[in-house]
T-cell receptor, first 113, second 112 residues
Framework: DARVTQTPRHKVTEMGQEVTMRCQPI?????VFWYRQTMMQGLELLAY????????DSGMPKDRFSAEMPDATLATLKIQPSEPRDSAVYFC???????????FGPGTRLTVT | GEDVEQSLFLSVREGDSSVINCTYT??????LYWYKQEPGAGLQLLTY?????DMKQDQRLTVLLNKKDKHLSLRIADTQTGDSAIYFC????????????FGKGTHLIIQP
């Protein structure tokens, strides 16, 4: 049963702390996406990678957010320093270009106090 | 710019059909998707349709696309309590290989 996995599922941290979220895409998928979900803004695309290369990170606050793919089985999203407005659910999704489906992980619920 | 709009709530009786509507503005949209999100869970891909299609049916789900009006709908036949969730419409120019633009989601409420 191929699934996207994300860790941690929940994270509570204090303002100013560094937060790292991890994603394992479905094996064989070559495209990985990071989305953020909030009540006010809904689902927003933050960044995505294809074959581990960043393609678009225009949705991401550049000064504090960074996204990387150290290898084909791991994607990371880091926030440093974190702020209360970063509180949201962060989803990772993966797909296989040029196919059409995009599969989501269960999300990381981040609370910054 | 891209925009996808949906009604926030829909209430239906168990056993009736549910019709969830969505409008989009980007005429370049080539792929249109429906996702389902249950409380505390991720998004589950339900179905998608290409812009050169008018309709797609998959068991209890029927997707209708009016490209001229940029209107997409999802019909769920014989709605059950397990269908209670938030349904998101999403669009993309290049399909799943690019980022999706989502609507705010429609909360489907099932009345007994």
């Amino acid at each position: 049963d191929a699934r996207v996995t994300q860790t941690p599922r929940h994270k509570v941290t204090e303002m100013g702390q560094e937060v790292t979220m991890r994603c394992q895409p479905i094996l064989g998928h070559n495209t990985v996406f990071w989305y953020r979900q909030t009540m006010m803004q809904g689902l927003e695309l933050l960044a995505y990678f294809r074959n581990r290369a960043p393609l678009d990170d225009s949705g991401m606050p550049k000064d504090r957010f960074s996204a990387e793919m150290p290898d084909a089985t791991l994607a990371t999203l880091k926030i440093q320093p974190s702020e209360p407005r970063d509180s949201a659910v962060y989803f990772c999704a993966s797909g296989l270009d040029p196919h059409y489906e995009q599969y989501f992980g269960p999300g990381t619920r981040l609370t910054v106090t | 710019g891209e925009d996808v709009e949906q009604s926030l709530f829909l209430s239906v009786r168990e056993g009736d059909s549910s019709v969830i509507n969505c409008t989009y503005t980007d005429s370049s949209s080539t792929y249109l998707y429906w996702y389902k999100q249950e409380p505390g869970a991720g998004l589950q891909l339900l179905t998608y349709i290409f812009s050169n299609m008018d309709m797609k049916q998959d068991q209890r789900l029927t997707v209708l696309l009016n490209k001229k009006d940029k209107h997409l709908s999802l019909r769920i036949a014989d709605t059950q309590t397990g269908d209670s969730a938030i349904y998101f419409c999403a669009e993309s120019i290049r399909g799943g290989a690019d980022g999706l633009t989502f609507g705010k989601g429609t909360h489907l409420i099932i009345q007994p």
